[in-house]
């Protein structure tokens, strides 16, 4: 990462913190920001260090409620989107498309709210969103963003059912996961027909075509991408 | 393909990829080497040879039987769209080109899967399913899968949807393994399938959404053919790990519906098994 991308915290003002090597238990905090967007800034933990407490929201991934809010956080971000684009669609959406993206509003509130009360008192808050690279008036720009948000989606559950613990956890993310997959779908087979599972245009998101694998990745990289999205600072700790 | 970056996202899941690999080196070595030479096509096979070196004999009996469970899978679906592309017994004209490289697209993504499993399997893949051990009619129920563009949409939409559910139903055996990875990323590529089948036949006239939604009079089967109902037994649930999705928290927006469309259910081995040999031949039935 080059420097200029970093946004280095007053507290954090050791330049050499960021050369020293990233144990298992580095700690990682992903600030959503202003307008360049930042995001990632990594140090290493050392044991004997105080760290000030943190503004925003911990995703903390010793066990599977991380997890779960992690899932939490992405699908807050979806549901704030589609909740915009279906209060006012662009104005070049057919009908069809109008009631699908209601209908996909409506699975992501579900699966927001389902998280919220499965996680009960273990759910972190209500994460403020920044969608101002989006123009919700322009259907490209909106299916652009919708199509990034559903294949990172699947990249996301994909790359972190293997930390799921639980077996229910684990079969619930496959539950949801594989709808997400369908929405994907659906919104690339309007921007192009025919690219429903275009793997190589997901390389990034870690699709192998050869292999007619879909994306995976793992949390960081994730939230790295969708960092852009989210005012709220996530920081992650044992990931 | 990237190789690398595969290896960097097995890594991510298991660390110790590269010590498992690394008492043989001569994997690694004969890999690289084999990666120069070989083409594209060939690379999942060698990628999952390299596996079956790097994890040797650790592959749980468990898991090998769900992989090669996926693999008959994987082997049927092949089969039918292969056949659909090839056969000279297929009189029904695809109506669009785009609906042609669809079904090709589909065909090749199942072929890659075939190739990734036999490879991670190694000598403990299932013997080969051919062509001649199917029947894609099922026996007669679906007498003109061949010749009726609707009816080929059809069964391939139970393929796909039962893919998806089975792929989701062996999840917790594959728990904490690397392999899930891999299973999880075929699962969500079944999924786009199964959604763009259902955007085929809904172009084709039937009235079906990308994602399974309540059949009419609240059936599980919302595909309107009845022939199908025991690939969407269970659909039609709408609580979640004891939280009701209806109407949750306040969202009359969430409907019945929406719950049965936010959530595609698992299915057991055996109702999938029981789906499967509707298509394999006496003799050669899971």
Not at chain 1, 81 to 92: E, T
């Amino acid at each position: 990462m080059k420097n200029n991308e970093l946004e280095i915290k007053d507290e954090l003002q050791e330049k050499s913190l960021f050369n020293g090597s990233l144990g298992r238990r580095s700690f990682l905090q992903f600030a959503g920001a202003s307008a360049a967007g930042m995001a990632l800034v990594a140090a290493g933990c050392k044991k004997d260090r105080n760290f000030p407490a943190m503004d925003g929201t911990t995703l903390d991934f010793k066990d599977d409620f991380g997890v779960l809010n992690y899932a939490y956080a992405l699908e807050q971000l979806e549901a704030a989107f589609y909740v915009k684009v279906a209060s006012a669609p662009p104005s070049s959406f057919t009908t069809a498309q109008k009631a699908y993206f209601q209908d996909i509003q409506f699975h992501e509130i579900a699966h927001r709210e389902f998280f919220k009360n499965a996680l009960s008192t273990a759910a972190i808050g209500s994460l403020e969103v920044d969608f101002s690279s989006i123009d919700f008036t322009n259907a490209t720009s909106v299916l652009g963003a919708a199509m990034a948000f559903e294949d990172l989606g699947v990249a996301a559950y994909n790359g972190a059912g293997v930390r799921i613990k639980t077996d229910a956890y684990l079969v619930l993310a496959g539950k949801i996961v594989s709808v997400e997959a369908r929405h994907a779908a659906y919104i690339r087979d309007i921007i192009s027909n025919g690219s429903f599972a275009d793997l190589n245009s997901m390389t990034a998101l870690g699709a192998n075509n050869a292999g007619g694998l879909d994306g995976a990745l793992t949390p960081d990289k994730v939230l790295g991408i969708a960092g852009k999205y989210i005012k709220t600072k996530i920081n992650v700790i044992n990931l | 393909m990237n190789i690398v970056n595969i290896l960097e996202e097995i890594e991510k899941v298991d660390g110790e990829i590269y010590e498992r690999l690394s008492p043989r080196r001569s994997a690694m070595k004969d890999f690289y080497s084999m990666g120069k030479k070989i083409a594209f096509a060939a690379a999942p096979l060698a990628l999952g040879s390299m596996f079956t070196k790097a994890y040797g004999q650790t592959l749980p009996t468990a898991v090998v039987n769900t992989l090669n469970f996926a693999l008959s899978l994987e082997y049927l679906e092949y089969h039918f769209y292969n056949h659909a592309l090839l056969g000279t017994d297929v009189t029904f004209a695809y109506p669009t080109t785009a609906a042609k490289a669809a079904i090709t697209t589909i065909r090749d993504h199942e072929k890659a899967h075939v190739d990734l499993l036999k490879g991670a399997l190694g000598g403990s893949a299932r013997a080969e399913i051919t062509y001649a051990m199917t029947d894609f009619t099922a026996g007669g129920t679906f007498g003109d899968v061949y010749q009726n563009y609707l009816t080929f949409l059809k069964v391939a939409l139970g393929f796909e949807d039962t893919g998806v559910r089975a792929y989701k139903g062996q999840a917790t055996v594959l728990k904490g393994n690397a392999v899930l990875t891999t299973a999880l990323q075929i699962h969500s590529v079944e999924a786009r399938h199964a959604s763009h089948i259902r955007q085929m036949l809904a172009a084709a006239g039937a009235s079906i959404k990308p994602w399974i939604s309540l059949g009419a009079g609240g059936i599980a089967n919302d595909t309107g053919v009845p022939q199908v109902d025991p690939v969407y037994a269970g659909e039609s649930l709408d609580v979640q790990a004891g939280v009701t999705i209806t109407g949750i928290n306040g969202q009359s927006g969430v409907t019945k519906a929406v719950a049965v469309e936010s959530f595609d259910e698992p299915l057991d081995t055996a109702s999938v098994v029981t789906i499967a040999n509707l298509f394999l031949r006496t003799g050669s039935k899971l």
